[in-house]
DNA sequence: CTGTTAGCGCCTTCAG
DNA sequence: CTGAAGGCGCTAACAG
């Protein structure tokens, strides 16, 4: 590998001279400068990048952490990420945090290897976004509720969200209605959970333990989960799932057991993926502001780059999207 | 920022002591390794990746390139070059190709900030990866045909794919086959059309440019190009979509205009993603090897960074994945 | 406009 | 086992 050092010899230059003519600053003369191309294009010269970073102390990066690269991901959410940090000059790269605390990710948190960082990530810890936080490293979360001073928080309302999806089931006169729970570390989870139950509580319906089983997320989970609903004497009159991927593993279980949707029973879920249009029957569901959210994560990050000041909790409110796994026996209301 | 000076300074100790220690090297006092130990956690100390990096001359880590970080991945790819890399005690980090020659992708390919490299973005250009590919650097394309003695090739047989697709079509008794073709500088999109235009030779029925239309592999391309093709007079009786996204377009475009599939007109793919089980009718199509194909890559990245031999060119198979998007009207054969 | 020079933070011989 | 010293490749004052 040709050094600059090698350029510079070749095309008679000083060291910084080459430096200046490669990195197009304005002092150096044009003669100069194609002297210089033209050395280090017959050297096939590369800069190395790790050097200029040492020096530079400023990467132009932000990295988004994902608890895994293949997973579903909410792709609007990345784009939002994505269409903000190259607008601004920046580059975007994505890690996964398999791995645990030997992953690419904390590696990339700890050692300061971005400018920013935006997670999205349940298996990243606490702890290490505590340790890695600092005044000029913003860290911007997605998915949990962290108080601290250098790192930004934004959050969808799942809280209300979750309201939204339970009135609906409320509203169309159903009153058992069983809740598959994410994992229950899961911050988004747990406050699903309590939108569910306040929703309930302010109809003055119980809440039943029997009727809140527990999922993690996946697809299977949800498919396990309702059969063993199913397995229950007795079929409540609606489930809301708290998220979609479960919601579609949950409408397999009972395509499979026979039990119509809605016919026999509603459905409802959480997220809005690009599947959940797909499925049979579409999913009713609370969509998240994922763009936005994305977007605004990459968006705080600049601020505080550059020295603004910013809050540090953002929520983002949810919407309800009608579709046709929920049965509509309102009559009046 | 501590650097490891302030921990030596502290811990009493020369620096090369210190980063002994903390590099966990043998030779150390357990005694020293403590002291040392406890000044790094006192001071918050981590370590500066990009200056050790530099000395090190290797990242221990392999990159990923995608066209766009948030769109339809195939994600079963991604997990294997994912598996394989973690397998390794290797980091993985993703980058998109978006904004040409100054996208980050074009940025660790030519800088070389990474050990190796595995590509899937059409828009990152051959010549970038020629001037970035050295012995000491594997790239492997999955996208493309490239010769060159450091860049390595993996690609599934598009070709065959795409005979397979063709024959499925003509043995059910269909002869009009319109085919929606990807982007004209998609290489995978040239071979499966050859694997098309070869299956009609080989059975004498003649090609009509009438029935090629051109894509561009997204979904609205695919709803278009359906829609150019009904408003025409005559409908063929099957289409043979160049990737699923565009034939999920052209379900809806046929939805749209009453025209059932496969009844009045029958419908295959290619790729075989997550969605395609899901749409109505369940779309028949080729599927690709997908996460043989990216764990494929990583593996020969590893062989020769381990100095051994490789081939320069692999080919994967393809499978038809019968669905119910074909007319079944084959009575003998 | 160009050359000299001093580090960036870390790792690693090489002598003690 | 430990300390001093050199250097990875590049950038950015600072002088000419």
Chains 1, 2 share one sequence.
Do not use: W
Not at 160 to 183: F, H
């Amino acid at each position: 590998m040709a050094t600059i050092k090698d350029v510079a010899k070749l095309a008679g230059v000083a060291i910084s001279t080459a430096s200046y003519a490669l990195n197009n600053s304005a002092k150096i003369s044009a003669a100069t400068r194609k002297k210089v191309e033209e050395a280090a294009r017959s050297l096939n010269y590369q800069k190395n990048g790790f050097a200029s970073d040492l020096k530079r102390t400023q990467t132009k990066t932000i990295v988004l952490i994902l608890s895994d690269l293949s997973g579903p991901y909410y792709s609007e959410l990345i784009k939002g990420v994505q269409e903000v940090t190259s607008a601004n000059g920046y580059d975007l790269i994505a890690c996964s945090s398999i791995g645990g605390q030997q992953s690419t990710a904390v590696k990339f948190l700890k050692e300061k290897r971005a400018d920013g960082v935006v997670v999205l990530a349940h298996n990243i810890t606490d702890e290490v976004i505590l340790d890695s936080a600092r005044p000029d490293f913003p860290i911007v979360v997605l998915d949990r509720n962290l108080q601290h001073d250098h790192v930004i928080q934004v959050e969808v309302d799942n809280t209300e969200g979750a309201r939204m999806a339970t009135n609906y089931l409320l509203d169309r006169g159903m009153k058992e209605i069983a809740y598959i729970s994410g994992p229950n570390n899961s911050h988004d989870n747990e406050r699903r959970l309590s939108g569910y139950r306040e929703a309930l509580e302010k109809r003055h319906v119980p809440f039943s333990s029997r009727l809140k089983i527990s999922g993690d997320f996946t697809r299977d989970s949800g498919y396990f989960s309702t059969k063993m609903l199913i397995a229950q004497q007795h079929l409540p009159e609606a489930v809301f799932f708290a998220n979609d991927e479960m919601a579609i593993g949950g409408l397999q279980a009972f395509a499979e057991k026979g039990i119509r949707v809605p016919d026999d029973i509603s459905v409802i879920g959480f997220d809005d993926i690009q599947l959940s249009e797909y499925v049979s029957p579409p999913l009713t569901t609370i969509r998240q502001p994922k763009y936005e959210a994305g977007a605004l994560a990459v968006h705080l990050i600049f601020q505080v780059l550059a020295g603004e000041k910013v809050e540090d909790h953002y929520n983002l409110s949810t919407e309800l999207i009608e579709r046709s796994s929920v049965k509509n026996h309102s009559y009046s209301r």
